[in-house]
């Protein structure tokens, strides 16, 4: 059974950063991407950062410029850098794998695996 669990969350300033970091271990599904989601108070889960299989990312519009995600596959790892915060980032941030029918896009992943989930508060 796969297991997805994240670190790196905190409490943080307005403007300023943290990097998130999510491992994988015992990994048995099927997958073609990996992902960074998040859920804010009262509010639905979102897609926050894709990356394929092949490095190509996408991002939502709301973090776009400001995020970045990466993996590093030899570690099983998958980060996701965030700057310039803003409260409205203020989320529970979750990892996730899944499968994609493209190969160049994950935003219609299939998710098979999240991870527990990290907070996330952006203070003004």
């Known amino acids: 059974q796969g297991r997805l669990v994240e670190s790196g969350g905190g409490s943080v300033q307005a403007g300023g950063s943290l990097r998130l970091s999510c491992a994988a271990s015992?990994?048995?599904?099927?997958?073609?991407?990996m992902a960074w989601f998040r859920q804010g108070p009262g509010q639905e889960r979102e897609g926050v950062a894709y990356l394929t299989e092949v490095g190509t990312a996408r991002y939502a519009s709301s973090v776009q410029g400001r995020f970045t995600i990466s993996r590093d596959k030899s570690k099983n790892t998958l980060d996701l850098q965030m700057n310039s915060l803003k409260p409205e980032d203020t989320a529970m941030y979750y990892c996730a794998t899944g499968w994609s029918g493209s190969a160049s896009d994950c935003y219609t992943m299939a998710v098979n695996i999240w991870g527990q989930g990290t907070q996330v508060t952006v203070s003004s």
């Open positions: 015992g990994y048995t599904h099927i997958s073609n991407c």
